[in-house]
C-alpha cells in the first residue's frame, strides 16, 4: 500500500511529544508499505533546515516526511494558531491534490488541519481515508475554553461529522471516544479501537543510577513530569505540591519537556522560590529510558476540565512501558485502569490536597512502589504492547483500501475490535 499520513503534531525522536504516527509508519514502512507523513513544522527542529520555504522533504527510519512550512512551529496560541492551521490546511490540500495518488490517507485529530486535506482527496480522487482520534474533537475545543462562537462551534461540528460519514474506518484510541462516536448507529460499524502503545523493547532496559549520581540525586525522591507544558497540561498542579512540600528535602520534581507554557511555569518557579522543582529541556526518544529509570515516581496532570478525562495520555505508555509507578491529579478511564492493576493512583479532579497527599503516601512506601512498577510492566505486555497493535492498524488501513470507497464495506465495531 501506498500510504499518507497527515499528522500536524508529528514527531520522530524528540522527546517533548507522543511518537505514535512515528512507530506505526516505522512499522508499516518495514512490513513493505510506501509511508509518507504529511506534517507541520511544530515538532520537527531537529530535521528543519533554515530558511526552508512551503515544504520540506526528509526521511527518518524509512519513513517519507514532508514537513508544511505554515509557521505553527514560530507560535504559541491565540487567534494567530487559527491562521497558521488555515495555512497548513491550504497547503496541506494543494499537495495532497498533486503527489502520486495514496491507496489509502489516515489523518490524526484532534488538530483539524488535516480533515480537509482527507476529505478533498477523496472527493476528488476517491482516495479511501482512515480517522485517527485520539480525543473528541468538538468536546475538547469546547470543553477547554478555546472555542466560544457558536459560529465556530458549529462549523467545526459540521466538519467533524463529514469526516465521520466519510471515512471508510474511525480508529478511536480510548473506550470513551468509542461508544461517543458510536452512540450514532450511523457511525458504529466504522470504528475500531487501537489504543496508544508501549514500546517495550525501547523501555525494557533503562538505567538511571549514573544519572542521578550525576546529578547529586541519589536521596532525592524524584518525581517525573515527562512531556508537553502546554495550558490543559496543567503543571500548576506540581508547582502547588511543590510549594506544599518546599521544607522537605527528599522531594524533587522533575520536569522535562517544552511547551507554549513554559515560559510562565518558570517565572512562577522563580517568583515563588521553589528550589525543589528542576526543568530540563525536550530530551532524544534514545534517552528517555534511563530518564524514566531515573525517577521514583512518574506524574500525569491535567487542567479540572473534565473531558480531559476522556482523552489518553501518551506520556502514560511510555510510563507503563518503563515500570515506573504513576500518579495522575484525576480520574476518569486512566484512573480505573491503573488502579484496577495496580500500576498507580488517581486522585479527584482537580483535587491539589489529595494529590500532594498521595505524592507523600507513596514517597513513604518504597515497597508499594516497586510492586506498582511491576505491575504497571506487566500491564504493558499483556495489553499495549505496539507490534501488536501495529498490525491490527495495518489491517484496517488495508480494509480501507479494500472497499475501494468510503461508502463500501463495515468495519469492526468496538467490542470486536478488542478483541483483536
Known amino acids: 500500500m501506498r500510504i499518507v499520513w497527515i499528522d500536524t503534531d508529528f514527531a520522530a525522536l524528540a522527546g517533548h511529544t507522543g511518537t505514535r504516527t512515528f512507530e506505526m509508519s516505522r512499522q508499516l514502512a518495514a512490513g513493505g508499505h510506501e509511508v509518507e507523513v504529511v506534517c507541520s513544522d511544530r515538532r520537527l527542529p531537529e530535521l528543519l533546515p533554515s530558511g526552508f520555504r512551503s515544504f520540506h522533504r526528509s526521511e527518518v527510519d524509512g519513513v517519507r516526511v514532508t514537513i508544511v512550512n505554515a509557521g505553527l512551529g514560530r507560535i504559541r496560541e491565540g487567534r494567530l494558531g487559527w491562521l497558521r492551521q488555515l495555512a497548513f490546511t491550504l497547503l496541506a490540500c494543494g499537495y495532497l491534490l498533486r503527489v502520486r495518488r495514496p491507496d489509502v490517507v489516515c489523518v490524526t485529530v ?119 507544558m502546554s495550558r490543559v497540561n496543567g503543571l500548576e498542579a506540581i508547582l502547588r505540591a511543590a510549594d506544599v512540600l518546599r521544607e522537605d528535602p527528599k522531594f524533587l520534581f522533575w520536569l522535562v519537556g517544552d511547551g507554549e507554557h513554559r515560559d510562565q511555569i518558570e517565572r512562577n518557579i522563580r517568583d515563588r522560590g521553589l528550589h525543589n522543582v528542576v526543568i530540563w529541556d525536550p530530551q532524544p526518544r534514545t534517552r528517555l529510558p534511563d530518564i524514566l529509570a531515573a525517577a521514583d515516581l512518574c506524574l500525569m496532570t491535567v487542567r479540572p476540565y473534565p473531558v480531559l478525562e476522556q482523552a489518553s495520555g501518551t506520556r502514560l505508555f511510555d510510563y507503563l512501558a518503563a515500570g515506573r509507578p504513576v500518579l495522575l491529579n484525576y480520574g476518569g478511564w486512566q484512573r480505573d485502569l491503573l488502579e484496577s492493576h495496580g500500576a498507580g493512583l488517581g486522585t479527584g479532579l482537580g483535587r491539589h490536597e489529595e494529590f500532594w497527599q498521595r505524592l507523600c503516601e507513596l514517597c513513604d512506601d518504597p515497597d508499594r512502589r516497586a510492586e506498582m512498577g511491576r505491575n504497571a510492566r506487566r500491564l504493558a505486555e499483556k495489553q499495549f504492547d505496539q507490534q501488536r497493535w501495529a498490525a491490527v492498524f495495518e489491517e484496517v488501513l488495508a480494509a480501507a483500501c479494500a472497499s475501494g470507497s468510503p461508502l463500501g464495506g463495515r468495519g469492526t465495531g468496538p467490542r470486536e475490535a478488542r478483541d483483536v
Open 110 to 228: 484532534p488538530s483539524p488541519g488535516g480533515l480537509l486535506p482527507a476529505l478533498a482527496a477523496w472527493w476528488l480522487r476517491r482516495v479511501p481515508f482512515v480517522l485517527e482520534v485520539r480525543r473528541l474533537v468538538v468536546e475538547s475545543l469546547v470543553g477547554t475554553g478555546r472555542i466560544r462562537s457558536p459560529v465556530l462551534i458549529g462549523a467545526v461540528t459540521a466538519l467533524i461529522r463529514c469526516a465521520y460519514r466519510g471515512a471508510a474506518r474511525i480508529v478511536a484510541l480510548t473506550d470513551p471516544v468509542a461508544r461517543h462516536i458510536g452512540a450514532d448507529s450511523a457511525f458504529r460499524g466504522k470504528i475500531v479501537l487501537v489504543p496508544h502503545c508501549c514500546d517495550l523493547a525501547l523501555f525494557g532496559a533503562g538505567d538511571g543510577r549514573r544519572l542521578r549520581a550525576d546529578n547529586e540525586w541519589e536521596d532525592r525522591f524524584i518525581c517525573l513530569h515527562l512531556g508537553s
